[in-house]
């Protein structure tokens, strides 16, 4: 039963570009949510998708977007990318809406230069 | 906006139970207390979740007081695998996970 993929693992990036990460959740999850982990802290909240609708946005500028699709897999969208940008990205899926069971990947670990 | 106080860091021997604590003095009637941790390089893993009742499942059993302002996550015989950060979390509802910096648990041999 495969878990939550993430794609790609690793990612280097130059500052000003963008970036899109990928998220397969667990099959039959509906919920999927974005982390960011800064080295050293734990992880923030970024935004969170049921049934293809936002249901919550973390406090991160508009240079982050997402979107769900019908397969329930998502995309997170980094634009203008900033040094400070580099972090772990973390996907989340779950049955529903609510923080029950979230099944976390690996992350994605993306470095700005 | 984390919630929850926990110890920066603690040791455990392996084999023993490993008890880690968690303060929540201002939790609401209808905040749960969650437990993940997240074990180096990887996502972070649930653990368990709990309202008022002690709870147990396969991993780790999670004791709360009467009053809901603090709880124990207990690991009852601790691996080194069990090394990792460990966090507690209070949340309601839909709310999204709030992470704070968590306990480092370190098992020794």
């Known amino acids: 039963d495969a878990g939550v993929t993430q794609s790609p693992t690793h990612l280097i990036k130059t500052r000003g570009q963008h970036v899109t990460l990928r998220c397969s959740p667990i099959?039959?999850?509906?919920?999927v949510s974005w982390y960011q982990q800064v080295l050293g802290q734990g992880p923030q909240f970024i935004f969170q998708?049921?049934?293809?609708?936002?249901?919550g946005r973390g406090n991160f500028p508009d240079r982050f977007s997402a979107r769900q699709f019908p397969n329930y897999s998502s995309e997170l969208n980094v634009n203008a990318l900033l040094l400070g940008d580099s972090a772990l990205y973390l996907c989340?899926?779950?049955?529903?809406?609510?923080?029950?069971?979230?099944?976390f990947g690996s992350g994605t670990r993306l470095t700005v230069v | 906006d984390a919630k929850t106080t926990q110890p920066t860091s603690m040791d455990c021997a392996e084999g023993r139970a490993a008890n880690l604590p968690c303060n929540h003095s201002?939790?609401?009637?209808?905040?749960?207390v969650y437990w993940y941790r997240q074990i180096h390089s990887q996502g972070p893993q649930y653990i368990i979740h709990?309202?008022?009742n002690n709870e147990t499942n396969e991993m780790a059993s999670l004791i709360i007081t009467e009053d809901r302002k603090s709880s124990t996550l207990i690991l009852p015989h601790a691996t080194l695998r069990d090394t990792a950060v460990y966090y507690c979390?209070?949340?309601?509802?839909?709310?999204?996970?709030?992470f704070g910096q968590g306990t480092r648990l370190t098992i020794n041999p």
């Open positions: 099959s039959g999850h509906k919920s």
């Open positions: 979390i209070v949340i309601q509802g839909a709310q999204k996970l709030v």
């Open positions: 709990g309202l008022k």
């Open positions: 989340a899926s779950s049955l529903a809406d609510r923080p029950y069971g979230y099944t």
């Open positions: 998708y049921y049934e293809k609708e936002e249901r």
């Open positions: 201002t939790i609401s009637g209808n905040e749960y």
